[in-house]
């Protein structure tokens, strides 16, 4: 069935360490991505958009790239740092229905000093 | 300081009674949307509003409703509630739905029904 989903639940990285966390599409229709955080006991927090048009966007330490072939997208954490640490979620939004966003499940993303 | 304040961060309740989770936001944000968080399920939107008066369902909107009379507020009213509704509970605003339009996320209201 359709679905926004995470290849990985967990992930642990050195400190310094480069991470990436995947997250895998399967509507075809989907044409806007985002990338949130969430710490532990708040609400998610956004940190880098991309569209379909778009193969890759970059931030202040963080790159998301975007395979439409494979539909496929990544989240790239340069240097990983301790405050790092805490669940990522991709979401997507449609087109068409672009009120509407759809998450995946999260990874929990475990930095070890 | 922007932000999007839910009341009550927590909650107990029981079975069939009805209760009120209220969201406010202070950016003049147009759109509005309530979720729930339930484990391995991530994010699951229960409804959403693009302006006053206007409220759509998401995608998990049985046993819910809503309403948006002001544009800063949007509560979640759950008539009579069950223990199915158990969940942390999530409300978001932007300035407009859709891409580019960067969402902001209350803290959440951990709602368990006995």
């Known amino acids: 069935g359709e679905s926004v989903g995470l290849h990985l639940p967990t992930l642990s990285v050195q400190e310094g360490d480069n991470s990436i966390i995947n997250c895998a599409y399967s509507?075809?229709?989907?044409?806007?991505f985002i990338w949130y955080k969430q710490e532990s006991g708040k609400g998610p927090q956004f940190i880098i958009d991309?569209?379909?048009?778009?193969d890759k966007r970059q931030g202040q330490r963080v790159t998301v790239l975007l395979n439409k072939t494979v539909k496929h997208l990544s989240l790239q954490i340069a240097a990983t740092q301790p405050g790092d640490s805490a669940v990522y979620f991709c979401?997507?939004?449609?087109?068409?229905?672009?009120?509407?966003?759809?998450f995946g499940s999260g990874t929990k993303l475990n930095v070890k000093p | 300081e922007a932000q999007v304040t839910q009341n009550p961060r927590y909650l107990i309740t029981v079975t069939g009674k009805k209760l009120t989770v209220t969201c406010s936001q202070n950016m003049n944000h147009e759109y509005m949307s309530w979720y729930r968080q339930d484990p391995g399920l991530g994010l699951r939107q229960i409804y959403y509003s693009m302006n006053v008066e206007v409220t759509d369902k998401g995608d998990v909107p049985e046993g819910y409703k809503v309403s948006r009379k002001e544009k800063r507020n949007f509560p979640l009213i759950l008539e009579s509630p069950s223990p199915n509704q158990t969940s942390l509970y999530f409300c978001?605003?932007?300035?407009?739905?859709?891409?580019?339009?960067?969402?902001?996320f209350g803290q959440g209201t951990r709602l368990t029904v006995v």
């Open positions: 978001a605003s932007s300035q407009t739905g859709g891409a580019f339009s960067e969402a902001f």
């Open positions: 979401a997507e939004n449609r087109a068409g229905d672009f009120n509407k966003f759809y």
């Open positions: 509507n075809s229709a989907s044409d806007y």
């Open positions: 991309i569209r379909s048009n778009m």
